[in-house]
């Protein structure tokens, strides 16, 4: 550093230290941009920001609808990172902030929907299980490793659920919305879910990918597997991915 500044070759050092601040730079920009695209798996420990859903793409609502068919065989190509934001976007994601009201709609904006994507192969995001939070567009790592035999196991061992990349399992905690309507919360809890998951489902018709609505499954064993706490229970789990 001394030399840097009193020596008579104070340019060459200069010129040194300004490329290391380069590189580092560079190496920094190239780790988040990593991150964002999906080039290295992120290890399923730290908080993932999910990149900025689309607000407009090349399948019209009425091609999505007449294209959606249940799918149940998957090829072994992986999802994206951007793909995994936009499906959650589509069930919950947050469209106007102020109010934080979601895409789909809420009895009473009680909003008692959570979406947990269980994650088998994708481009940016490892093996593992993570929770969605909607205001801030990122993912909770809940579980580490491939989830997905024992995600099937409790599902009568559908072969979609071993085969998707993902799938995206809804829960819901049901006294957010019985502390406002009671009794009559069990319909329109379950009503919410069917909204989210239609959204969820046209999304990846647009996106080119396939997709099936699960209902066949062992509530105590996907709830012990996705370690849901007391009060959170599953209504759907819907695999995602390339169509064989
Ligand atoms: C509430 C509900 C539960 C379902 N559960 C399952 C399931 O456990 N496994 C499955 O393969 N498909 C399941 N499905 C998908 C239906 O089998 C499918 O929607 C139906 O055969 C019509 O075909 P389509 O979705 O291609 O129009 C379920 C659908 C609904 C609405």
Redesign the pocket.
């Known amino acids: 550093m001394r030399d840097l500044i009193t020596s008579r070759n104070m340019p060459w050092s200069a010129l040194k230290v300004a490329a290391t601040l380069l590189c580092l730079v560079f190496w920094g920009i190239a780790c988040n941009a990593d991150q964002q695209s999906g080039g290295e798996a992120m290890p399923a420990t730290q908080t993932i920001q999910l990149p900025e859903p689309s607000l407009s793409g090349p399948v019209s609502l009425e091609e999505a609808l007449t294209r959606?068919?249940?799918?149940?065989g998957f090829s072994d190509h992986p999802v994206t990172l951007t793909e995994i934001g936009q499906l959650l976007w589509a069930a919950q994601g947050v469209t106007e902030h102020g109010r934080g009201l979601r895409t789909a709609p809420s009895a009473g904006a009680t909003y008692p929907l959570e979406i947990i994507v269980i994650v088998g192969r994708a481009e940016g995001l490892a093996p593992g299980a993570y929770r969605y939070a909607p205001g801030r567009h990122d993912l909770i790592p809940v579980l580490q490793d491939d989830q997905r035999q024992s995600l099937a196991r409790a599902?009568?061992n559908?072969s979609?659920l071993l085969q998707a990349p993902v799938t995206f399992a809804v829960t819901a905690v049901h006294a957010r919305t019985e502390a406002r309507y009671g009794r009559r919360a069990t319909r329109y809890v379950d009503m919410e879910a069917?909204h989210a998951?239609q959204n969820l489902?046209l999304q990846a018709v647009a996106q080119g990918l396939g997709s099936?609505?699960?209902?066949?499954?062992n509530d105590r064993d996907v709830s012990a597997l996705l370690d849901l706490p007391p009060g959170e229970s599953p209504l759907?789990?819907i695999p995602v991915g390339k169509p064989r």
């Open positions: 959606r068919r249940s799918v149940r599902a009568l559908q979609a069917g998951a489902s099936v609505v699960i209902g066949a499954f759907y789990l």
